[in-house]
């Protein structure tokens, strides 16, 4: 059976129709595969899953990641799902702006899933339990597109780099409190090729994500600039797939060469919970390096970081709720990283080499279209 398909984006994405994740045989579970490696966004509608029928159909693919511990963590779900809800583990909405949303809110930066981890993660599915009536959707955009339009000066640039991924890093931009050392010292920095190849068709992406902060041999500042416009590329607005949730749905996605956010919503008002299983890939994707450096956050980065979170919370937030002496290495607060860089083994570019800060938004866009 040849599967029956719409496009989500003119250039990435399909929904497949009429298919029961709980019921996929064999030839047809082939064909998703084709689809995923020739898409990268797969929809499927009317799913109403268990966490149980949600891994079994994610297994399938792979092995699956567990989650990390965090502030997050709930006793209530599986090790392999990662839930991500502004509900607490009685059921109630979390207060805004408690700092377990906040944690949330980073992944409304651009980014690929895991890859902070030494083997980042082949694909992730995101099935929509609870969903807000307006806000809270999901934007993909492709690298692998974003690649094609690079000239081959810069394609050849990024061959054969290496940028470091650090949650702790990426995390701390949004606050300063929100990976205790215990969590931090989980996900240590890791290095991660620029250019990946996807062996089903050979066709090449570039891998970059907001846990990206260095690139090997670069200047900090100069690599934070590069990893930036790698990201503006991917990402203008024309070449951004949005989601509009519905209960049922599940997206899956390819992320080695995909990058997603999530959209802000009414957080104190609307209930969202959705469940993620994520299928690991298949190995490292660059050569150990034994003491990764990562440089602490400069003005520049937070003001970067801030512009891209359109949170429904106030500034006050994202403030530092304690000291940054108490804050693990790489997760130092942010506002007291800028004031007050650490000794780092890279001197930072001056200042006339970065770009000016865009202004920082003060409360939550309307939701995005
Ligand atoms: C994620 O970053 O994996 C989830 C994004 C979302 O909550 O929409």
Request: glycine content about 6%; some cysteine.
């Amino acid at each position: 059976m040849a599967l029956n398909t719409r496009p989500l984006h003119p250039l990435f994405g399909a929904e497949i129709l009429g298919v029961d994740v709980t019921r996929v045989d064999d030839a047809t579970f082939a064909e998703i595969v084709a689809a995923f490696n020739e898409h990268s966004v797969l929809l499927f509608r009317g799913q109403s899953l268990t966490d149980e029928q949600q891994i079994a159909f994610s297994e399938r693919f792979g092995p699956l990641e567990v989650t990390i511990r965090s502030i997050n963590s709930q006793p209530r779900t599986l090790p392999q799902i990662a839930d991500l809800a502004n509900v607490d583990a009685e059921g109630q909405i979390i207060p805004k702006g408690d700092r377990r949303n906040l944690f949330n809110a980073g992944n409304q930066m651009w980014h690929t899933d895991s890859s902070f981890k030494r083997v980042p993660a082949l694909a992730s599915l995101l099935s929509g339990r609870e969903v807000p009536p307006q806000g809270g959707e999901t934007q993909w955009a492709s690298m692998r597109v974003a690649w094609a339009r690079l000239s081959p000066e810069l394609q050849a640039q990024l061959e054969g780099k290496v940028a470091i991924h650090s949650f702790a890093y990426s995390r701390g931009l949004v606050g300063g409190d929100l990976l205790p050392p215990e969590h931090a010292a989980q996900v240590p920095p890791v290095p991660q090729a620029m250019v990946r190849v996807n062996p089903a068709n050979g066709r090449k992406g570039y891998y970059v994500a907001s846990h990206a902060c260095e690139i090997v041999g670069m200047p900090t500042a100069e690599a934070r600039l590069l990893i930036r416009e790698l990201l503006e590329r991917a990402t203008r607005p024309d070449l951004v797939y949005t989601h509009r949730w519905r209960v049922g749905d599940l997206v899956m996605w390819d992320n080695r060469c995909m990058l997603h956010r999530g959209r802000p919503w009414d957080e104190s008002r609307y209930r969202r919970v959705m469940h993620r299983t994520t299928v690991a890939g298949e190995g490292p994707t660059a050569p150990h390096l034994p003491d990764a450096v990562v440089c602490p956050a400069s003005e520049d980065d937070l003001a970067w970081c801030r512009a891209q979170l359109e949170m429904a919370i106030g500034e006050e937030a994202l403030e530092p709720s304690r000291p940054a002496s108490e804050s693990p290495e790489g997760a130092q607060s942010p506002a007291a990283a800028a004031r007050s860089p650490r000794p780092s083994r890279r001197p930072p570019a001056p200042q006339s080499a970065r770009r000016p800060a865009r202004p920082a938004r003060r409360r939550a866009s309307p939701p995005s279209a």
